[in-house]
């Protein structure tokens, strides 16, 4: 069974500094990964996605990714925050063969000034 | 151009309407979603369309009824909803039926439902 672990539920940072949304998942085949963000009352956004190639994925917003296959794990990393940034993040993992994506639990982003 | 289109933005409806949540995409994608959100909880899957056929039920209960009239347009039928059906409603698309290869999922802004 596949699985996504966000351990952080809430991560509090100010604005300007960075920050680091941790993303691990259980998976023993390849895995596509993504990060969705949402913000207040709206639906999912893509952030950014690996498929295959560099590990390192960049997207919008300034935000980038890391996969990393040894630790399994996909980080999600901005050097510096603003208030807009504020919002929930859902990392989440699919494959070939996969019959659905699996999601995080959500890692809440709240940039205080 | 990542658009999926819902409506209504937001519904209350009695424990006995009926009502429809609709969905529209033209991006061509050929396999259509519905989720339920509750708050602060990642979306959990219901329906999947995969070339205009159900392809995936999540053991939804029947008072939640899909119907995909064509490709770039799935309904999500309602009846006799409890109070705890009360959520967001996610519509999404992708190109290709889940599992192939680099298949991405693409969200609407939701359906705010309310059940009184």
């Known amino acids: 069974a596949q699985s996504v672990t966000q351990l952080d539920s809430q991560v509090p940072v100010f604005e300007e500094a960075p920050v680091e949304l941790r993303c691990n998942y259980s998976?023993?085949?390849?895995?596509?990964l993504f990060w969705y963000v949402q913000y207040p009352n709206q639906g999912l956004q893509l952030l950014l996605k690996?498929?295959?190639?560099?590990?390192l994925v960049k997207g919008i917003n300034g935000f980038e990714a890391e996969f990393n296959k040894s630790q399994t794990s996909f980080h999600l990393r901005k050097p510096s925050v603003h208030i807009s940034d504020t919002a929930e993040y859902f990392c989440?993992?699919?494959?070939?063969?996969?019959?659905?994506?699996?999601f995080g639990s959500g890692t809440k982003l709240n940039v205080k000034p | 151009d990542t658009e999926v289109t819902q409506t209504p933005k937001h519904l209350v409806m009695g424990m006995t309407n009926k009502k429809s949540l609709k969905c529209e995409q033209h991006m061509g994608h050929r396999a259509m979603y519905w989720y339920k959100q509750k708050a602060k909880k990642p979306p959990e899957l219901m329906f999947v369309y995969s070339y205009e056929k159900l392809s995936i039920n999540e053991s939804v209960p029947s008072r939640f009824s899909p119907e995909c009239p064509n490709s770039s347009l799935l309904n999500l039928h309602l009846h006799a909803l409890q109070p705890e059906d009360s959520a967001l409603y996610l519509c999404a698309s992708s190109q290709d039926a889940p599992g192939t290869s680099g298949n991405t999922i693409y969200f609407g802004e939701g359906s705010w439902l309310t059940v009184v």
């Open positions: 998976s023993s085949v390849s895995v596509y």
């Open positions: 690996y498929l295959s190639g560099s590990t």
């Open positions: 989440a993992v699919s494959g070939r063969n996969f019959n659905k994506f699996y």
